[in-house]
């Protein structure tokens, strides 16, 4: 393969420069020449590609975010806008797309493989929703970040017998509510899979009021179906919760830490893994990590689809807080 091309689409999330990095190192390894696109689909559309080499991809992969950058790109929506993206890419003959992203980036990667240019993803989101991988790049510096403002939280609570209601980054997939939840020693979990009247809410933070805890934390996912804002609305008129109750949106914190070593290590074998693949032709799917070994699957099972949570988790989550 002559020429390739990556990019990073969506959310940014701690993890993607470790991928860009080892994508360009593994394909100047095996031959071929690499081009980072800068802005994501929109970068694709107007021709915003800039060569790689192993000097521009040393020193990132202690960085968040992502120095190629992202940018929304409704018009890549569009086949018109597709045929745009390849017009370009030919230009340079570039012979194959690496996406790292998450399920609308696949999304686009998919449709982009479809009309014939080679297009292979590397599992990247926060959100840990995408079908394909266990965790996804960025989980686990966003799921510390969390859990460390968690923990700070607890004690400025202890000192004013108060409770945090915490709501954390995931859109429609409680993930990282629930991971954050259960490391993170909360009274009650909000997920948006399984829903929790607000009554419930108030009678755990109550019982733990009464079994003598000098803080409580609730933690809930934005996406949950009923939000901070409107649970602390519903707190505020119940008169026997015992805790004095706040609020606090953590909202992109959890994005832009400095990459844990899991997910620099996680970026690492997922990029190098799927160039490897794409330089052999292999393509029309996302690279995840499953079972500690890296997987591939196709498009067709990862395109419309969301990963939900562990039920058990939930039910754990609940019986800890006890």
Request: proline share 4%.
């Amino acid at each position: 393969m002559k020429a390739i091309a990556v990019l990073t689409s969506g959310g940014d999330a701690p993890g993607m420069n470790a991928a860009i990095r080892a994508i360009t190192r593994v394909a100047i390894d095996r031959g071929t020449q690499v081009f980072g696109v800068k802005r994501g689909y929109q970068g694709l559309m107007t021709g915003d590609f800039i060569p790689l080499g192993l000097r521009e991809v040393g020193g990132v992969m202690q960085y968040g975010g992502t120095f190629l950058g992202s940018a929304r790109a409704p018009e890549f929506k569009t086949p018109e806008g597709r045929k745009t993206a390849i017009k370009y890419l030919e230009a340079f003959d570039i012979n194959g797309v690496v996406v790292i992203g998450g399920n609308g980036s696949q999304t686009g990667a998919s449709a982009l493989n479809d009309m014939g240019m080679p297009t292979i993803g590397v599992a990247s989101t926060i959100d840990n929703d995408l079908i394909g991988s266990e965790i996804t790049i960025g989980v686990d510096t966003a799921l510390n970040i969390a859990l460390e403002a968690v923990d700070r939280l607890k004690v400025t609570a202890s000192s004013h017998r108060r409770a945090f209601l915490v709501e954390v980054m995931g859109r429609d997939c409680g993930y990282l509510a629930l991971m954050t939840g259960i490391s993170g020693g909360a009274e009650a979990v909000i997920i948006p899979e399984i829903p929790t009247p607000p009554q419930e809410v108030v009678e755990e933070l109550s019982a733990s009021y009464k079994r003598g805890k000098t803080n409580g934390i609730v933690i809930v996912a934005e996406g949950a179906k009923h939000g901070v804002n409107e649970l602390l609305a519903y707190c505020a008129e119940q008169p026997d919760i015992g805790f004095e109750i706040r609020a606090v949106t953590l909202g992109h914190v959890q994005r832009g830490g400095t990459p844990t070593a899991y997910d620099r290590l996680l970026g690492t074998r997922l990029g190098a893994n799927a160039v490897e693949r794409l330089i052999e032709g292999e393509h029309g799917g996302v690279v995840g990590m499953i079972k500690g070994e890296e997987t591939f699957t196709p498009y067709s099972e990862v395109v419309g689809r969301t990963k939900g949570v562990d039920p058990k988790l939930f039910a754990l989550a609940d019986v800890l807080a006890k």
